[in-house]
């Protein structure tokens, strides 16, 4: 098993060891076990020209907010309806229920081109000074890496199935008490799935198209470099002489929040995934 | 379903929480319309000298008048495509945009450019293979170009008793085939020449469909631009496959060579066919570098031309991008853009205004080969599909593959695509 581990981490080391090279030691390593080691002129020089080619704080900042809204949102708009779904009875729910997973089936990027073309021309408020107007087109904004993001149908399985599993019998004395369903689900019902609402987060900030690892979206959506997310920063090195080195030092760098985030919280991403069923 | 809920969403509760930061970014660059505006769109991004030109030119060209006002947005060069066509598909075009010069045609051809509007006076003065062209019209010019050569090393060539090839007399393919024998021949290098197979996108069409076109094939039959039966598959195509297949069934070339050359960078490998872009990096870590012509195969040494143009899209303020234009292509700014990137100038007198490329440059041969020859992709539409048809069927043949079954089998698609698109207007 730790033969296994130290398998995986093999591109992790490469990349952290070959950023510390320039792109001719980098080559001239490739053959042999040096490509893992951290020999010839090392300096920090790559991490230096990273700053030089890419905005990398903005990028970042941008990738931090985009994460951090369709995260939080979708935390509140998918418990809300996978609770509606699980523990409400309405005409219609079974349906409703079955056509949010149905859309599991399409891949995403089968419904890409489609999802452009309707952003494109969606309408939205905005003010000119204080007078509301109103705009069309969502492309080249923050909302557009965001909104369609929100809602996500497997969270709202995932919140739905766990909401199933808790006893009944706190709802009715709620209800006796005189509670409604806001109320309910607020003080009842969140407090008491706290994993749920973990994985779902995780799997948010790991798996959404839309938050750390968001490249074609905002690719097609999001013109100005001010917006740009840290993954399509990745393509600012593949010029004509593609920069390797600075490549590496780029990659780290944004590996590297990932990483902390999940050694801090690696006891719940573990969890995640086996609670998901799910392994990427 | 999910997505009737997410609209519902945006208007009932997101909308009011994101407005702040989503409309403090609203302030678009693109939309090209006549309102003074004009949003110029570059594959640029990455390339900080680059950046830095064009955005001067847009500072003086602001400065120089009170009518229009250009914004720029720079774009990676490896998704600018996709990026161009998501913006043409949801009607979000800039104003004018650069454009790789193969593409020009399909591009002219989906509707997202215009004719240029520019004098002859202006246009007359840039080499031939830098003015995008479809059906006769001028859609984009180019501020430079590229050129490949085949980099050797002096010591190496006299080391193994190898003439060196002059643009009047350049390799014939027995001198050639002989040449790469020699310099392999003491085991110094482990690869005669260097091919950077492993580049893609399309780096095989521009850097080898010229070998092809030197032994008497070529991608399409350029007569109708409706078909490569032939071109492509004919006996002088087949000759070309056999030969270029050979180089690396006989150990002279690597099959899996890294991309910018660098098995010739390394030492590993004697010669490399590479571009004007690797030359300065050469002559950094050789002194005894030469840049020299491509063999004749037959007829005529021939190389890729064309690269990336600016063009004006359909939905422009024509008169400000034309404006823009003319200010653009000063011989100064052609001149500065060469300069800082290390690209050819389009011009003979922004040539002489440069470091590397005016009449005594140390890269001036290959202005000279840029002249003599370079050869277009094909003008056509279809060039797009032809030459990821091209990288597919041209990789088979570098990795051992049947050559004629893979020239017929990428004359059947190429065919095909063109018959499903009624012949890109041709």
Redesign the interface.
């Known amino acids: 098993m730790t033969v296994l581990a130290g398998f995986f981490l093999f591109p992790i080391v490469f990349m952290v060891v070959a950023s510390l090279k320039n792109d001719h030691q980098i080559f001239a390593d490739m053959n042999s076990f040096k490509a893992f080691l951290p020999t010839g002129d090392l300096s920090l020089a790559n991490y230096a020209a990273v700053f030089d080619r890419v905005p990398f704080w903005r990028f970042l900042g941008n990738t931090l907010f985009v994460t951090a809204m369709v995260t939080g949102f979708g935390l509140v708009v998918n418990s809300m309806c996978g609770y509606a779904l699980a523990r409400m009875r309405w005409k219609g729910r079974g349906l409703v229920f079955g056509l949010i997973i149905a859309t599991l089936i399409l891949p995403f990027d089968t419904t890409i081109v489609p999802l452009v073309y309707l952003v494109a021309n969606l309408p939205w408020v905005g003010f000119n000074g204080l007078t509301p107007v109103l705009e069309l087109g969502w492309l080249n904004t923050y909302r557009v890496q965001i909104i369609p993001f929100i809602v996500n149908a497997f969270s709202i399985f995932l919140f739905a199935q766990y909401f199933k599993s808790l006893p009944k019998g706190l709802e009715e004395a709620a209800a006796i008490d005189g509670a409604g369903w806001l109320r309910t689900y607020w003080r009842i019902i969140v407090p008491l799935s706290k994993p749920v609402f973990a994985t779902v987060a995780i799997l948010t900030v790991v798996t959404s198209p839309a938050t750390w690892n968001a490249y074609l979206w905002p690719l097609m959506t999001v013109q100005s470099e001010e917006l740009r997310p840290v993954m399509v920063g990745v393509q600012y090195f593949f010029q004509l002489d593609t920069a390797w080195g600075e490549v590496m030092a780029y990659m780290t760098m944004i590996t590297l929040p990932m990483v902390i985030v999940f050694l801090v919280f690696q006891r719940a991403f573990i969890q995640s995934i086996a609670s998901a069923g799910m392994k990427d | ?3 009737r ?3 519902k ?2 208007a009932a ?3 009011a ?3 702040g ?3 403090a ?6 939309g090209g319309s006549a309102d003074g505006e004009l949003a110029l ?1 570059s594959q640029a ?4 000298a680059e950046v830095e030109v064009t955005e001067a030119i847009i500072k003086d060209f602001n400065g120089s008048q009170d009518t229009y006002k250009a914004s720029f ?7 600018y495509n ?2 161009v066509n ?2 043409a ?4 075009l800039p104003d004018l945009l650069t454009v790789d010069g193969p593409n020009v045609p399909n591009w002219a051809w989906a509707g997202h450019l215009q004719p240029l509007d520019l004098s002859t006076e202006l246009t007359d003065k840039f080499l031939p293979t830098v003015l995008g062209k479809f059906q006769g019209e001028l859609y984009a010019v180019g501020h430079w170009e ?1 050129a490949c050569s085949i980099f050797a090393r002096q010591s190496v060539l006299d080391a193994a008793d190898v003439r060196v090839p002059t643009m009047e007399s350049p390799w014939t393919r027995e001198e050639f085939d002989d040449a790469l024998q020699r310099v392999v021949a003491d085991g110094a290098y482990q690869w005669a020449i260097d091919f950077s197979t492993a580049d893609t996108g399309e780096w095989f069409p521009y850097a080898y469909s010229p070998f092809l076109q030197s032994f008497g094939g070529d991608l399409i039959n350029r007569d109708t631009y409706l078909s490569a039966e032939g071109a492509l598959n004919g006996p002088e195509a087949l000759a070309w496959g056999q030969w270029f297949q050979g180089l690396f069934t006989s150990g002279l070339a690597n099959v899996e060579s ?3 050359a ?1 098995d010739f ?2 030492g590993k490998a004697a010669m490399a066919f590479h ?1 004007n ?2 030359a300065l ?1 050469a002559m950094d870590l050789y002194d005894d570098m030469l840049f020299l012509p491509p063999p004749d195969f037959g007829n005529g040494p021939k190389i890729g031309g064309g690269s990336w143009q600016w063009a004006v899209t359909s939905t422009a303020d024509t008169a400000g991008a034309t404006s823009w234009l003319e200010t653009a292509f000063s011989d100064e700014y052609v001149a500065e853009f060469c300069n800082q990137t290390g690209q050819i100038p389009a011009t003979d007198a922004a040539a002489e205004l440069t470091e590397h490329y005016g009449t005594d440059g140390d890269l001036r041969m290959l202005v000279d080969y840029s002249k003599a020859y370079a050869v277009l992709r094909p003008e056509t539409p279809a060039y797009t599909v032809i030459a990821s048809v091209f990288s597919q069927y041209a990789g088979n043949i570098v990795h051992g593959g049947d050559v004629q079954e893979a020239l017929d089998a990428a004359v059947a698609e190429i065919d095909a695509d063109i018959e499903s698109n009624s012949g890109y207007g041709f």
């Open positions: 379903m999910q997505r809920n997410l609209m969403l945006a509760s997101g909308g929480a994101l407005a930061p989503a409309l970014a609203c302030t678009t660059t693109s769109w991004a990455g390339s900080p947005e720079p774009f990676p060069q490896e998704v996709d990026t998501a913006a598909l949801s009607g979000d590229a890294p991309v910018g660098e960078m390394q571009g872009w690797g990096a």
